[in-house]
Every structure is written in C-alpha cells, then in structure tokens.
C-alpha cells in the first residue's frame, strides 16, 4: 500500500523546556567546554567563541583555550557563577536562552594597568569573567556562544536558583 506525501512524513514535536532542568544541562556543557566529560554526546554541542564557530578539529584546541592561559594552567576549575533566563517565555514554549556566567582563575602575564602607563600589573592568577549566551530546544542545548555584550540582556532579579557555585 502507498502512502500519500503527507502520510509518509512525520513531524516531531519539540516537548516544551523545562527551567528546573536546564541547570544539570548547562552544567554538562561547561564540563565538555573543558574536557572533563567526554566530546560525544547524542546530541552534539556546538561552541562558538571569539574566533566563531568550533569546528570538530578545533576542540582539542577549544579545550585548551578554557583551561590555560599564556602556557600556564587555570589555578583553579571553570565554574559556572550565574546563569540568567533571556526574554519572556511561555511555559508551552520549546526554545529558551539564559547568559551564564563562567569564571576562571587564570594566568596574566604583566601588563600595563588602568591609564598610567608607569603602572605595571604584576604577572600571575587573577579571576577572569565571560559571559555565554545558551541556546536551547525543549530539554536540549543547540548552542553556546561566547559574548561579553550577552551580559546586557540579563534582568538580575531572574536569576536561577541553584544553578551556579556561591
């Protein structure tokens, strides 16, 4: 028996996000953004950070961006500090965005501080904050992308609870 054009294809529907499960989700991604969880998953993550979109080859090299800085280690693991929900949302609503905050305890080498180019800041650790925009659909991250700007968008009383280390 044949089918007709519209019998044969099927649709998927995208069960709508859930916020009270985005946090273990997130958290899943900082782990592969540094290595500690494993490149493969069912469904791919796809990074992009200052220097665009990482391509498979690219993610070793990815990894080592996140967690070294000028030939020296990170003092002290990725973590995650906040993660913010973007825009208004419906709870029926399959696509959701939040700007998560990741700091790092990072090398600098020494540099020029402030304006005063006679102030020298000493090389060593110093906390570093970026800012991440998470693209999601129903349940699963399409995408996380690097933008310092994406810090704008966040509306402070929207924080998720429970989502990041204090």
């Known amino acids: 028996m044949m089918l007709s054009t519209a019998q044969a294809t099927s649709w998927v529907k995208i069960p ?10 997130i958290e899943t991604a900082v782990a592969q953004m540094t290595g500690a969880k494993p490149d493969f998953d ?6 992009s950070d200052d220097f ?10 990815f990894i080592r961006s ?3 800085a000028h030939g020296k280690p990170d003092n002290k693991p990725l973590r995650i500090t906040m993660v913010w929900p973007v825009g208004k949302r419906k709870a029926k609503d399959a696509k959701a965005l939040y700007v998560i905050g990741l700091q790092r305890d990072r ?4 540099r020029e501080g402030s304006f005063d180019p ?23 991250i399409l995408e996380v992308r690097e933008g310092r700007s994406y810090f ?13 280390d204090n």
């Open 107 to 110: 090398w600098f080498p020494e």
């Open 152 to 164: 704008d968008f966040i509306k402070y009383h929207r924080r998720l609870k429970g989502c990041a």
């Open 52 to 61: 665009g979109h990482v391509e498979f080859g690219e993610r070793a090299a």
């Open 42 to 47: 069912l469904w791919p993550l796809y990074f």
């Open 16 to 25: 709508p996000h859930d916020p009270s499960r985005a946090c273990a989700t």
């Open 118 to 140: 006679m102030q020298i800041e000493p090389a060593g650790y110093q906390i570093d904050t970026s800012y991440w925009l998470v693209t999601f659909s129903g349940q699963n």
């Open 66 to 68: 996140m967690t070294t």
